[in-house]
């Protein structure tokens, strides 16, 4: 009877300590603790992008650098700051390039494009032009000069305000964007 008791005294016991040592080993350093708070406000203070539901037409393919692969421009809000902005992401899938977002869109006066009710692909080799002049006046292209008119290289993305005036087009010229103001 001395053995079965001494036995089970035993058995006991050292249940008991690997019980103790398992919960133990779930309560984790209070270092450890503030470094998993830090980790998770990081993580909710990062910025993500999503596919804007607000624009009837949110993507387009067009071939921007003229390598016969279309690139998807796509707008997008951020959640972190919502606003809004155009994701290109290249044809050959080395290059992915954000305009907008709460940045300022090629120094035109804007960091989002929610404005933009129409957004199409404008076609390589049509003729644009800036058509407002410096006084902020609506011009005709018999106003513009030959060499201030613009035969697109290549695609182009056109964003223009549905209901009013204003928008222009996006285009490349040697690896950088530039804007075209159209009215």
């Given at each position: ?35 998993t708070e830090k980790k998770e406000l ?11 539901t607000k624009h009837k037409t949110n ?63 404008a076609p390589k080799n049509e003729v ?56």
């Amino acid at each position: 009877m001395k053995i079965r008791t001494l036995l089970l005294l035993s058995v006991l016991t050292i249940s008991c300590k690997k019980e103790a040592k398992t919960e133990t080993s779930k309560i984790a350093p209070k270092d450890s603790l503030k470094a998993t708070e830090k980790k998770e406000l990081e993580t909710q203070e990062a910025d993500t992008i999503v596919l804007s539901t607000k624009h009837k037409t949110n993507k387009i393919l067009c071939d921007l650098d003229g390598d016969n692969l279309d690139e998807t421009v796509e707008i997008f809000r951020s959640t972190k700051n919502d606003k809004s902005g155009l994701k290109i992401t290249f044809g050959n899938g080395k290059r992915t390039d954000y305009l907008g977002f709460g940045n300022d869109i090629l120094g035109q006066g804007f960091d989002e494009i929610d404005w933009a009710g129409i957004f199409e692909k404008a076609p390589k080799n049509e003729v644009y032009f800036e058509n407002v002049n410096e006084d902020g006046e609506i011009i005709g292209e018999e106003q513009v000069a030959e060499e201030d008119k613009i035969k697109l290289p290549n695609d182009g993305i056109f964003i223009h305000a549905e209901e009013s005036c204003g928008g222009g087009v996006i285009y490349l010229k040697n690896g950088k964007y530039e804007w075209i103001q159209q009215e």
